[in-house]
């Protein structure tokens, strides 16, 4: 799988180089972002710009590392503008998959799903502190 990789403090940044996510490209794809999650990362942007089509293997893997990105609060963000691509994830029913037409608005997606974290967790702690309210 030809890529480069950008890690970043909230997330990795994984640009593909190859015009079809088949064949070695989802093992190797589902390796690398295996090892991000050891590193601490739950976000993760693919920049699909090149890729034209996405095999059965692609999608299972995409629809395994998205879950796991869910699971562990981040998103997996797939970058591209090809409407064909974005059709046939569509009707993948990959559910917690995000498509974004640029990486800047991936970008944008990754810290906005950090605020509703952290906003929820906020949340939660106001129901943790316990005690009772006198009327």
């Known amino acids: 799988m030809n890529y480069t990789i950008e890690k970043n403090e909230q997330y990795a940044l994984i640009r593909l180089a ?3 996510f088949g064949e070695e490209v989802p093992a190797t794809f589902e390796t690398l972002s295996r090892g991000l999650f050891r590193e601490g990362y739950s976000n993760i942007i ?3 710009a090149p890729v034209q089509s996405v095999d059965q293997p692609g999608v299972m893997v995409l629809r395994k590392i998205s879950r796991q990105c869910t699971n ?7 970058v591209t503008k090809n409407d064909d691509l974005i059709e046939f994830l569509d ?3 990959l559910t917690d ?3 974004m037409p640029t990486v800047e608005e991936a970008v ?3 810290f906005m799903n950090e605020l509703e ?3 929820r967790s ?4 106001e129901y943790d502190v316990g005690g009772s309210v006198e009327a």
């Open 18 to 20: 190859e015009n079809t």
């Open 46 to 48: 693919v920049d699909m």
């Open 72 to 78: 562990e609060e981040g998103l997996l963000v797939t």
């Open 91 to 93: 009707r993948a029913n």
């Open 97 to 99: 998959l995000t498509i």
């Open 108 to 110: 944008d997606a990754v």
């Open 117 to 119: 974290n952290d906003f």
């Open 122 to 125: 906020e949340e939660d702690d």
